[in-house]
């Protein structure tokens, strides 16, 4: 069996392609955007995703509540594991056994577009419009592949990450909250050498994160984009830049070695994976980080907090003023929550079909989403007016909900409601000047090797930042970059795709 699922996954793009050829017109709507009535037979919708804590479909209240708004019978499959949904996903391509809608990636979006597995959604956007206005137009480009729409994009969300400070051992120490990033390195420092815990020990550092993405802030400070440990494209003077590119990124790196010089860094830094320097701050170690809001301000980890030291105090940092500007990162609009396709094969069975685009409106229209955003009116929530009041029920049982969500949610709101504690945090962190990335709107050309350049880059700027290779090389660096890694290929593509989706001229 492994043998013969292994053998389809090797079929031909061009081979699979021809079983789905047929094409029909898009079946048309009924006025309250769901095809059937209740005296129909609910029609049966496989969907596949990556995911976890899913109910069997009899305690599947979300489930039961769609079936009866649709006339269908959801039949959802999730998979805990990427690499395991991946395999999945593969072999049911490959084998034509296509779900009726699936979580894809852009690889597999390009991929999959390109053997002609998917439906161009382009002559449905009529059909799909309540969807549309949902989710925006800039979202609708991220399913685009060559000018058509191959996926449909979860609505926006928003930033999270930001500094936090130990405001506890800055008023210990008679410092203030950091505005810039000469008075960051001041505190980092302080933390390190002036025992801020009091203990008598020197065991503490001033900043801690995940690898790069720890320095994010004091890029975005000398106006170099940088997000998730890894560079940006943004549209400066009309023209794209890469923020390897920025000339503010030699002068950033610089400023980041006189950090990591002074002993004021994690020295872990570049190992910690997880959540492991989240754990440091936890447990007292480390005096800055960056980081979500939710994992510094959900109740279990202020519970962890106060466990160590109930005196500790967590506060947000601003953006810091710098050389280049004042940027407490950079945000990609192109990066999405969620890709959902649909197989070209579903053109044969136009009610079928009809069926997912309703599926589709009515999680997208205001019922719908405060149904797989909420639950049950008058079960798990209540309107007062327009605002949404949760009941304890929708804590105990709502944590699946977001996996019908195939369309996304009104972020901010939905944040507000979900974690009204948390409300100050989530402003905070929404409100701060980013640089607007749009890395995600570009997928990697044949020739370019992404996982090999992605670790050079990474292993390449460590050592500058760490003093293992002099600022002087680093044009040595991004001439390499270019020729080993085939970087220009990458920068090539991104022109071509930027100017496709109109953000470049």
């Known amino acids: ?40 037979k609910p029609l049966k919708l496989d969907i596949i995703e990556t995911g976890n804590g899913l109910p069997s479909p009899d305690q599947d209240i979300i489930k039961q509540e769609l079936d009866k708004a649709l006339g269908t019978d959801l039949n959802l499959t999730v998979y805990a594991s990427g690499d395991d949904y991946k395999n999945q996903l593969n072999v049911r391509m490959a084998s034509a056994n296509f779900p009726d809608i699936f979580g894809v990636d852009r690889q597999q979006l390009k991929q999959f577009s390109e ?26 480009k991220k399913g685009m592949m060559n000018g058509k729409l191959f996926a449909i994009a979860k609505s926006p969300t928003i930033p999270y990450n930001t500094y936090f400070i130990r405001k506890d051992w800055l008023d210990k120490l008679g410092m203030q909250v950091p505005k810039t ?37 004091i890029f975005g400070a000398y106006g170099v984009g940088f997000e998730a440990g890894a560079p940006s494209l943004y549209v400066r003077d009309g023209k794209l830049v890469n923020s390897l590119y920025d ?21 872990e830094l570049m190992a910690n994976s997880g959540l492991q320097h989240q754990q440091k701050a936890i447990k007292g170690q480390a005096g800055i980080i960056y980081i979500d809001w939710p994992n510094m301000t959900k109740d279990q980890f202020v519970e962890q907090i106060k466990a160590v030291n109930p005196k500790a105090e967590w506060v947000q940092v601003g953006a810091l003023k710098g050389p280049g500007g004042q940027y407490t ?24 079909l009809q069926k997912v685009l309703d599926l589709l409106n009515y999680v997208s229209t205001k019922d719908g989403s405060l149904l797989v955003q909420y639950g049950v009116k008058g079960k798990h929530y209540n309107l007062e007016g327009s605002k949404v009041v949760p009941t304890d029920l929708m804590g105990k049982e709502g944590g699946y909900f977001w ?13 507000q409601v979900k974690f009204a504690k948390q409300s100050p945090y989530i402003e905070f962190a929404n409100q701060q000047p980013r640089i607007q990335s749009l890395v995600g709107f570009v997928d990697y050309p044949n020739g370019y090797n992404a996982t090999d350049a992605s670790r050079y880059i990474e292993e390449e700027l460590a050592k500058f930042v760490y003093g293992k290779r002099p600022i002087s090389e680093y044009d040595a660096f991004l001439k390499t970059l270019e020729g080993s890694m085939n970087y220009k290929v990458y920068m090539d593509a991104a022109q071509k795709q930027l100017k496709d989706l109109g953000y470049l001229k």
């Open 181 to 217: 990033t000469d008075e960051l390195l001041e505190a980092a420092k302080a933390f390190a050498e002036k025992d801020p815990d009091g203990n008598g020990k020197k065991d503490t550092f001033g900043l801690t994160g995940q690898k790069l993405d720890a320095f994010s802030s």
């Open 329 to 352: 990162s950079a945000w990609d609009i192109g990066k999405t929550a969620g890709l959902y396709a649909i197989p070209k094969a579903l053109e044969k069975n136009p009610e079928k």
């Open 115 to 140: 053997q002609g597995l998917l439906l161009d959604l382009t002559p449905y956007l009529d059909k799909l419009k309540p969807t549309k206005d949902f989710i925006g137009e800039e979202s609708l």
């Open 403 to 415: 996996l019908y969500q195939f369309t996304g949610r009104p972020e901010m709101d939905y944040l």
């Open 247 to 267: 000339q503010g990124m030699k002068d950033a790196l610089s400023f980041i070695k006189k950090l990591t010089d002074a002993g004021a860094v994690d020295p």
């Open 1 to 40: 069996m492994l043998v013969l699922a292994m053998s389809a996954i090797l079929l031909t793009g061009s081979s699979l392609a021809g079983c789905s050829s047929t094409k029909t017109e898009p079946a048309a709507a009924s006025k309250n955007g769901a095809s059937g009535g209740k005296d129909s």
